[in-house]
């Protein structure tokens, strides 16, 4: 068990310009979460995966966002035409199983900084 | 999705227990309670969590009340490292995204 992996841990580009991230959840997790987490706030969820289904997006996740997972392991979030206002910290988090007595383990982030 | 309230910050002088309580009023029966914490820079890390019956590990322990209305984290001994964001989430089989509000910010004063 290496834990959740994510990368860039940081990724600093230009407004307008496309940026993909990546996450390597637990083996053999089948649920995989993203979030974001902007300066004082808590993280805001984004989407999740059973496997390589998407189960759910959250209204956060404009067009211009997208995440697929398509072997049902690693999983990519991709921004297109980044904004100043999608800098953030994107979270990636995986989980063994269903229901709410299950534990989710969080990787350490990607940090966005759109200038 | 069933809300939480916690206070936004909290002090608590080191290698003291601290009590982090947590308000769920509209919790269903089938609402498991987590806490998770965040420190700095770091993303959010698991703490604990329970249905029913009071909860102990290597971290916390967490007392559930009898109507489960409402929690509270312990954590038995505080040290610096303890000082985190910690928040308290509802989940269920049919909820099974982790919904964060804004936490309790823990100081540790030495």
């Known amino acids: 068990d290496t834990g959740v992996s994510q990368n860039p841990r940081h990724k600093i580009t230009k407004r307008g310009q496309n940026v993909t991230f990546r996450c390597d959840p637990i083996s053999e997790h089948n649920r995989l979460y993203w979030y974001r987490q902007t300066l004082g706030q808590g993280p805001e969820f984004l989407t999740y995966?059973?496997?390589?289904?998407?189960?759910?997006k959250s209204r956060l996740l404009s067009d211009r966002f997208s995440a697929e997972r398509p072997k049902g392991s690693f999983s990519t979030l991709e921004i297109q035409r980044t904004e100043q206002g999608d800098s953030a910290m994107y979270l990636c988090?995986?989980?063994?199983?269903?229901?709410?007595?299950?534990?989710?383990?969080f990787g350490q982030g990607t940090r966005l900084t759109v200038v | 999705d069933a809300k939480t309230t916690q206070p936004n910050s909290m002090e608590s002088n080191e290698e003291e227990p601290v009590h982090l309580p947590c308000n769920h009023s509209?919790?269903?029966?089938?609402?498991?309670i987590h806490w998770y914490r965040q420190l700095p820079s770091q993303g959010p890390e698991y703490v604990i969590h329970g249905l029913t019956s009071n909860v102990n590990n290597r971290m916390a322990s967490l007392a559930i009340a009898e109507d489960r209305k409402s929690s509270t984290l312990i954590l038995h001994r505080a040290t610096l490292r303890d000082a985190a964001v910690y928040y308290c989430i509802l989940l269920n089989f049919g909820n099974e995204k982790l919904t964060f509000g804004t936490g309790t910010r823990l100081t540790i004063i030495p």
């Open positions: 995966f059973q496997n390589e289904a998407q189960l759910e």
């Open positions: 509209t919790i269903s029966g089938t609402d498991y």
């Open positions: 988090a995986s989980s063994r199983k269903q229901g709410g007595n299950t534990e989710a383990f």
